[in-house]
């Protein structure tokens, strides 16, 4: 029997039962002439009505976060069983030993464990950055079958500087960096602007962008030009990263060479990653420059020039096995789709974005928020079920002993706040855990 069936047939034969004893309360003339039995009857009644609610609480809500339906069930059984114990000193010793039973047995406190575990713990996350997603997607069994990773500020920190440079002459040196420094303030691109920290501010005129690393212009009215090392007459040097040839006053000056920026853990941070999770290096760049990147972190898989569609048909394929894909990237247009076809999304916080409902959300977004969001994530079930746990062992054995008649009333009162005060100290506990 699947779990499914399972359940329907749990459901279908609590429902059954339940509209019995309705059938029995309202016919049996027994009940009519002997005010006990219809005290007993209701108490199972109202016991199968607790089983249901907690059986359609189960489906409603995910099963870390709602009681079991065995809990429901034996609950009712030990009222009944003490109503019945009391039942010969007559029907208010009855009644009152059945509601002794249910105040020991701590609903409440049952019932909020594992939802009250759930909000510390999402609280603690906020207050570390870490956003946690509010779908179905919370409670997952997370066996990850592959972690797909944007490289854009997650390896890295989002920032390419200046590795190389290299004039033809070394008393150009500085030369070669200011005017290309320079006229790349012009230009919001990423290596733009890693040339542009290496230089003082000049006055750029006739600016015009010309391909993708190409750009030319007057600084201090001296012409420069940057561009492929090739078309200047340059030799482009055996380096990872992005060769640009610098050209001032028509004459080659040299070569200057930059690259990402990689975040200092990242190597360390890639390799515990990947004792979870198999991990895929996404980038936008050429095939080079990606496996050049992917060999300084330690990642063998990789794919290079992913545009948007790329990405996303990346997440499909790897969904095809059945396996939890993770894609982690930063909000953006390119990534958008991956982030909506994965079955869990990490992400960065973006003011005025709205957020995703299968989304980890991150203030701080880095490879190593993203290992420490998988690490919440899949060590959440491991929080939430010792409270459960305590809760529902303490509720049986606190109405356990109730039905004996050892616990008067205000006993059980007083168990039920102790156990109340315990299940909340395990919750705050396993919130600060780790």
Not at 35 to 56: C, R, T
Not at 198 to 205: E, F, I, S
Not at 304 to 330: L, T, Y
Not at 379 to 402: C, M, N, Q, W
Request: glycine letters at 10%; proline letters at 5%.
């Amino acid at each position: 029997m699947n779990e499914r069936s399972g359940a329907w047939v749990r459901t279908t034969a609590i429902a059954a039962a339940f509209a019995g004893s309705v059938n029995l309360l309202l016919l049996a003339p027994a009940v009519r002439q002997e005010p006990i039995y219809g005290a007993g009857v209701a108490l199972l009644a109202a016991a199968l009505l607790g089983a249901v609610a907690v059986q359609l609480m189960r489906r409603a809500a995910a099963p870390p976060l709602a009681p079991p339906w065995w809990w429901a069930l034996a609950i009712g059984g030990l009222t009944l069983a003490g109503a019945g114990l009391a039942a010969r000193n007559g029907l208010t010793d009855a009644a009152l030993a059945g509601v002794t039973v249910l105040v020991a047995a701590s609903a409440g406190a049952v019932i909020a464990a594992g939802p009250l575990t759930l909000l510390l713990v999402r609280r603690s996350a906020s207050s570390q950055g870490i956003e946690l997603p509010r779908g179905p997607a919370l409670m997952s069994p997370l066996t990850i079958g592959e972690l797909a990773l944007d490289a854009h500020r997650s390896v890295t920190t989002g920032n390419m500087q200046v590795t190389a440079a290299e004039p033809l002459d070394p008393e150009h040196l500085n030369n070669m960096l200011f005017f290309a420094g320079a006229l790349a303030r012009s230009s919001d691109q990423r290596f733009a602007q890693a040339l542009a920290r290496r230089a003082g501010r000049g006055r750029v005129t006739g600016y015009r962008q010309t391909g993708r690393i190409g750009m030319s212009g007057a600084v201090d009215r001296h012409p420069v030009r940057i561009g492929h090392p090739e078309r200047m007459g340059l030799a482009r040097p055996e380096r990872d990263g992005v060769s640009i040839g610098v050209e001032v006053d028509y004459r080659a000056l040299g070569v200057i060479t930059v690259d990402d920026e990689l975040r200092p853990d990242a190597a360390d941070v890639c390799a515990q990653l990947q004792r979870r999770a198999a991990l895929t290096l996404l980038t936008d760049t050429e095939p080079t420059r990606t496996e050049a990147l992917g060999h300084k972190v330690g990642i063998a898989s990789h794919v290079a020039d992913a545009d948007a569609e790329i990405r996303r048909q990346h997440v499909v394929k790897a969904q095809g096995d059945g396996s939890f894909i993770v894609f982690a990237g930063e909000r953006s247009d390119l990534n958008a789709p991956a982030l909506a076809q994965s079955d869990l999304a990490i992400t960065s916080w973006e003011e005025d974005s709205p957020l995703l409902p299968h989304a980890v959300t991150l203030t701080s977004f880095s490879v190593g928020t993203i290992a420490q969001s998988i690490d919440l994530m899949t060590g959440l079930r491991a929080r939430i079920e010792p409270v459960r746990r305590a809760a529902l062992g303490l509720s049986v054995a606190a109405a356990a002993v109730a039905a004996t008649g050892l616990l008067p009333v205000g006993g059980a009162v007083v168990v039920s706040l102790v156990m109340t005060a315990v299940v909340v100290g395990l919750a705050v506990r396993q919130a600060g855990r780790g």
